[in-house]
């Protein structure tokens, strides 16, 4: 039976002593801690064992402990910090300043604690993240996640962040609970805050065409906007186009900023000077795009061919259009961007800048899955665009 008890050392503010305990009790037995303490009277349960419990903080050490492994609440004790902020940083929780949860990891690092394997506790699932779920193209990217995690016995999670920059508290909060197998985000960066977040869990992430200029530790998959913005314009030029308007998309996207460039730099190409009230910045949905073109198509000079930054900004031009009593293409020529499978049902059908959201999905699922080594940056994809002609373009009418 000896080996079946252990020596503890119970310390209050007033006294030290030591007692003999069941090795299998000495977590469970603060009824015998407080009898040795206070000299084997057993205290009354409703009234004096909470003053004891809140005035007579004890600490419990086994001295025959040569681990030399501490307590969670010790370690809280060394970084200066509650017990739940040390359970927070282990959980990953993020309302905890930085400093505090450098200070407690290094802690915790320290004395040999270590989260479990990520291979054993990672749920089998992806999550792909849309600032808004209401885009046609957003089914492409879902069947492009899709098609990959199929592949690794996975399912897809679908969330939606509000935010087309960076996913909220909340969001983040969930996914650390979530432990998905990694993430994939559209149209979003990532605080340095919330990268370290997941890769405190090892939750690996991946961005489809930025909002921003991606950072070099931030893999990415996108496609050549620039390009895309050059071959709608170039196209248009060489049917004969003087007056061409743009409707891009929000000034604060990288995308939509590329396919602007792309365009001005045909226009230069094609010796066209840029009328800038021709330029214009849409959202890339049907409502944008039709009071653009409404404006654009009431000037006194209007223009003969719009450049649509999305397809279903192109959508409202051909609305816009028809109010105004003009035929596509005969009085208006339109190119959109995305080329998603509407695209070819509009009437007429249209012309568009094919971009490849389904493979780009499937390529982000796949870095998730087949991360990049750790000494080795970051991966930047970015796949070709290319032109796709049908009938919403033609020369312009005499």
């Known amino acids: ?124 699932l992806i999550e792909l ?49 979530r432990r998905p197998l990694g993430v994939v985000l559209v149209f979003s960066s990532l605080p340095d805050k919330v990268k370290r977040q997941l890769r405190s869990r090892a939750v690996p992430f991946v961005i489809i065409d930025p909002a921003g200029d991606p950072e070099a530790d931030v893999p990415s998959v996108g496609s050549a906007n620039w390009a895309g913005g050059m071959a709608a314009t170039r196209h248009l030029t060489e049917l004969g186009h003087r007056r061409i308007a743009i409707i891009t998309g929000p ?35 049907v409502q944008g795009g039709f009071e653009q073109a409404m404006d654009l198509l009431t000037l006194p000079d209007r223009p003969t061919a719009i450049f649509a930054g999305s397809d279903l900004q192109a959508l409202g031009v051909l609305e816009a259009a028809r109010r105004q009593g003009l035929s596509v293409p005969e009085d208006l020529s339109v190119v959109g961007y995305d080329d998603v499978p509407l695209a070819q049902w509009s009437s007429p059908p249209l012309t568009t800048v ?5 493979q780009m999905a499937e390529e982000a699922a796949r870095m998730l899955l087949q991360p990049a080594e750790a000494d080795r940056p970051a991966l930047r994809m970015e796949l070709a665009t290319r032109l796709v002609v049908r009938q919403s373009s033609a020369t312009p009418s005499a």
């Not at 090795?23 to 409703?46: I, M, S, Y």
């Not at 370690?75 to 910090?81: E, F, L, S």
């Not at 885009?135 to 962040?161: C, D, F, P, T, Y």
């Open 1 to 124: 039976m000896r080996e079946n008890r252990v020596r503890v050392r119970i310390t209050h503010p007033f006294s030290k002593v030591s007692i003999e305990l069941p090795k299998f009790a000495v977590a469970g037995t603060l009824g015998e801690c407080f009898r040795a303490v206070n000299g084997g009277v057993r205290p009354r349960p409703n009234r004096y064992r909470p003053r004891c419990l809140m005035l007579l903080p004890m600490r419990v050490t086994d001295e025959d402990n040569t681990t030399g492994r501490v307590t969670l609440a010790e370690v809280a004790t060394q970084a200066g910090v509650s017990l739940s902020t040390v359970s927070k940083v282990l959980n990953g929780r993020s309302d905890v300043s930085a400093a505090t949860r450098t200070r407690v990891e290094q802690l915790l690092e320290n004395h040999g604690y270590r989260r479990r394997a990520a291979t054993s506790s990672h749920a089998p």
């Open 129 to 177: 993240v849309f600032p808004e779920l209401e885009s046609v193209w957003a089914m492409e990217l879902i069947r492009g996640v899709e098609n990959v995690a199929k592949q690794h016995k996975a399912s897809v999670v679908l969330s939606e962040s509000g935010d087309r920059h960076a996913p909220g508290r909340e969001w983040i909060e969930g996914v650390l609970q």
């Open 251 to 285: 000034t604060d996207m990288m995308c939509s900023l590329a396919r602007l460039d792309g365009f001005r730099s045909a226009m230069t190409m094609a010796g066209l000077e840029t009328d800038e009230r021709l330029v214009r910045y849409g959202d890339f949905h």
């Open 354 to 358: 094919h971009q490849p959201l389904r």
